[in-house]
């Protein structure tokens, strides 16, 4: 029996900070023996990651927060306009659910419309009843705009799905737990399928009690169980309302300021660590931004997603970054957006997960706006994707470091980048260099394939949306998953090799089908070369050594790869 034919399963990603050594860009274009005639690439636009018939989805949102009730669509102190949107496309995708990551609410009370005796949590309970109405999910927790002993009665009333109760869907939601019976539905995790969330409430407690810098610290035993207990074939992810570091508010998950409480926030990062949490997600700074948070002593870090803004307030990130401003992690910045309307969609596709980021512009120049209607409908850009696996590698290659620390093996195939460097200048509002976090995961091989399937995460540009001095409404269009120029090897099952162009490095692509992986490419020619790869070659070329049995190409975007036949 061969290697491929004997997947089996790997232990959990502990997210190591891999870090290439220093080197140099692509040189000049080599000569190359072509055996097909050049022919130019069709690049796909809007890349979503590929995903096999077995995948499921599910949406992210963000803080919806509103004044006044000037055009209508906007009850309770609540974005209705734009939670309608988000209702539409998570039934357009067939989402098993939604999660928002807290601000429900302005204010508790219906006091910007002449109402301080109504409560606004059940208004934000009916603008998610389409959600309901088409069998979708809806899992929430509270912000500190609805931080109060009394809102922290409410939640569970309101949303007793996150009890596993009452009559809401739960979206195949099972095994629903919490840390006490004091914080049941507040904080709580509960699965589906082979995902484990997890919702961090920190504010007051339905007694009263609790401080909002301390409150998550009696909560690390039960998160460090959640964690850990879960099969090793389950994802995780932590969602909470404040970040481990924010961009605008210095306010955190653990105090007044990232310094607070170092040992809980050491403990946390050792339990993402360790027990291989995919993302730990927030929201309050109403921009979009990803990092990687490292502990003090450098040893356990986890990524973070502050989610966008779907509220009328557009807050703008700290000069000089909070993480350089107060002691505590240290943040390594990977991406950011300002001033944009924004959801995303996760995809699990087994031991992968993707996500992808879509904003929409707020309908007025772009900058930091104060929205008080709902914006007209301009339609969802896609802006980047990145994702997780149980099965791969992490890698994080900071500018001018080479792309060559990317090397994995999955049970008979092996992959590695062997050339390309990160040439990204980009930086954050703040002035700090982008990162770029390369992350690999596999699935076994099927029909027709030569070696197992690569998931390769983040070699697309950073994204760095930004800049005050642009105008118009912005995004006005799709990024397009272009990255800088690099190789791709891999080697599988030797009996199917090919020493001729229709064999090696495959894509595949959003339906289904697959490709040569040089397609896929948004710059060069399509060029095959019968040997070893050669320092220099353009992107768009590819090739099989016949020597060693590998195949390789010229690359200028992630996916799904493989080798076979008959590309």
């Given amino acids: 029996m061969s290697a491929l034919s004997r997947p089996d399963r790997r232990t959990v990603l502990r997210l190591p900070i891999g870090v290439g050594a220093l080197g140099t860009g692509a040189g000049a274009s080599a000569a190359s023996a072509a055996a097909t005639a050049p022919t130019a690439p069709t690049a796909p636009m809007a890349p979503t990651a590929p995903a096999s018939g077995d995948a499921w989805t599910f949406g992210l949102m963000c803080d919806t927060q509103w004044g006044a009730d000037a055009d209508g669509e906007n009850p309770g102190a609540i974005a209705g306009g734009l939670q309608r949107l988000i209702d539409e496309r998570m039934i357009e995708l067939g989402a ?24 606004t949590l059940p208004i934000k309970g009916e603008l998610v009843q389409p959600l309901y109405d088409a069998g979708i999910g ?63 409430d920190q504010f007051t407690r339905p007694d009263g009690t609790g401080s909002t810098g301390d409150n998550i610290l009696d909560q690390l035993d039960w998160i460090e169980e959640r964690v850990m207990s879960r099969s090793e074939d389950m994802h995780c992810i932590i969602a909470a309302h404040k970040n481990l570091i924010g961009g605008n508010h210095v306010d955190c998950l653990f105090g007044a300021d990232p310094s607070d409480n170092p040992d809980g926030v050491d403990r946390f990062l050792r339990i993402c660590d360790e027990g291989g949490v995919a993302f730990v997600w927030g ?56 001033w944009t309307l924004t959801h995303y969609v996760i995809t699990v596709d087994g031991p992968n997960l993707s996500v992808d980021f879509f904003s929409m512009s707020t309908g007025v120049d772009y900058g930091p706006a104060s929205l008080t209607a709902t914006p007209p409908e301009t339609g969802w850009s896609w802006r980047e994707g990145w994702g997780s696996s149980l099965n791969g590698a992490s890698f994080v290659v900071a500018p001018g470091e080479r792309y ?9 195939t092996t992959a590695a980048i062997i050339e390309g460097t990160n040439t990204s200048e980009r930086t954050d509002y703040a002035g700090r260099t982008m990162s770029r976090r390369i992350v690999t995961g596999w699935e076994p091989a099927q029909a027709g394939d030569a070696s197992h399937r690569l998931h390769l995460h983040g070699m697309h540009h950073n994204i760095a949306l930004h800049d005050e001095d642009l105008t118009g409404q912005l995004p006005d269009q799709d990024e397009t998953g272009q990255g800088d120029r ?27 089908r697959w490709s040569n992986a040089v397609t896929g490419n948004h710059t060069g020619t399509t060029q ?40």
């Fill in 138 to 200: 809806f899992y929430t927790l509270r912000g500190n705009h609805e931080s109060s002993q009394t809102a922290a009665q409410e939640l569970p009333e309101v949303f007793p799905q996150h009890l596993g109760e009452g009559d809401h869907p739960l979206g195949g939601a099972t095994n629903f737990s919490s840390p006490s019976e004091l914080l049941a539905g507040l904080s709580y995790s509960f699965d589906v399928k082979n995902v484990r969330i997890i919702m961090l």
């Fill in 283 to 338: 929201g309050h700074d109403h921009h979009h931004k990803r990092s990687i948070i490292t502990s003090t002593d450098g040893r356990h870090s986890v990524e973070q997603l502050i989610a966008g803004s779907d509220s009328s307030k557009f807050y703008t990130p700290d000069r000089p970054a909070i993480a350089d401003t107060y002691g505590g992690p240290s943040e390594t910045v990977l991406a950011e957006e300002l």
């Fill in 96 to 119: 098993a659910f939604l999660i928002q990551v807290g601000d429900n609410v302005d204010v508790e009370d219906d006091r910007y419309n002449g109402r301080p005796e109504v409560r």
């Fill in 486 to 512: 690099f190789v791709l090897e891999l080697t599988g099952d030797a009996r199917p090799f090919r020493a001729d162009g229709s064999y090696g490095v495959a894509q595949r692509t959003d339906s289904g």
């Fill in 528 to 567: 095959f070369v019968k040997g070893a790869y050669r320092e220099g070659y353009d992107v768009g070329t590819y090739g099989v050594d016949p020597r060693t049995k590998k195949a390789w190409a010229v690359l200028d975007h992630g996916g799904v790869f493989a080798l076979r036949r008959g590309i």
């Fill in 404 to 412: 060559t620390v990317v090397t994995d093996e999955f049970e008979g």
